[in-house]
């Protein structure tokens, strides 16, 4: 995915302008200084649909970030065409955390051609992954947290060996590529998007909406 400095466009939403590329709002917007990363190893995101509605979604900002990644949306992995595609893959993997998996670091000298990492709620995620027998049929690989987790107090995590999507990714390729500066600033753009939205968050706590007051003459 090509991007062009500050040249990409904006949309109009019925309620204020937003960046067609982050698809954060104007004045929230996490564009500048993220630049598609390169990497040996391709990238596809499998998302639940309900995960792409929430103000917070590291999947996409993940996609932005790195040059060679995709995004695809399904409950039912093993009926998408393209999970089916990329599970022939023979260097295909699966990133995701368990007693079958084990440590991403290990492949470093032979990383993964393909890494499918599944986007969603803790619960959605095993539910496909458990679901999916072409997943199952996949070498497992996982990270372990470098620090406190990137959502903060901004959503509740079932553990502290669980990270988003985009920091599970980041610490994936930085191992497997030996190169963690290379991919710090997707991570850089993860935090800016959640400080924003705690920003928003404690606003909205500071400042409820008012209303009016009932008086003897609004009442009935």
Known sequence: MRFQGASHRLF???????????LRPLGHCLCAGLRPAPSRTRVVILQHPREARLAICSAWLARLALENAELHRAVELDAHPRVREVCRDPG???????PFASPVA?????????????????HQAERMVGKSRLLGGLP???VAPDGEGGYRELRREPGAHTLSTLEAIALALASL???????????????????????????????PRRRPGRSGKDAA
């Open 12 to 22: 109009r939403t019925n309620v204020r302008e937003s960046c067609r590329r982050c």
């Open 92 to 98: 295909a993997a699966l990133l995701f955390p368990g």
């Open 106 to 122: 290990l492949r470093a000298g032979s990383p993964p051609s393909l890494l499918l990492v599944v986007d969603g709620t803790w």
């Open 140 to 142: 497992r690989l996982a």
């Open 177 to 207: 590529e030996g190169d963690p500066e290379r991919f710090r600033p997707m991570r850089e753009a993860f935090r800016r998007m959640v400080d924003l939205q705690l920003e928003c968050a404690r606003g909205a706590l500071h400042h």
